[in-house]
């Protein structure tokens, strides 16, 4: 097959395909953005975006199981990570607007009992 001279080559469809990529690619990587625990978080207007420089991310989804770090704890077992954690290591609350209350409560309380002031309660802005 020969070209003639004043004829380029079609891009069209290599630029739709790519396309069609990147959709799929931003599509997957959202999910994977937002960890294995699917939780509803609460909604607040001062909400603030956290860095994740050094952190323990402790998470009770809408059936009350606790996870750290995706991993499902008891209550013993968090109490002893919360000891075994540095004091200046942020932790960062995530729990399902479902959830008890009490469960939120026993944490929080959890940590103060250890003096780890050092958390964050993440929410959703509006």
Known sequence: MKMKKGEGLNIVPFIDIMLVLL???????????????????PEA??????NDDKKVSIVVDANNIIYVDDKPYNIEELKDLIQNTDPKTLIELKSDKDSKFETFVKIID???????????ISTKTN
């Open 23 to 41: 959709a799929i690619v931003l599509s997957v990587s959202t999910f994977i953005a937002q960890g294995k625990i699917a939780i509803d978080l």
């Open 45 to 50: 207007n001062s909400a603030q975006k956290q």
């Open 110 to 120: 959890l940590l103060k009992e250890k003096n780890h002031e050092n958390f964050a």
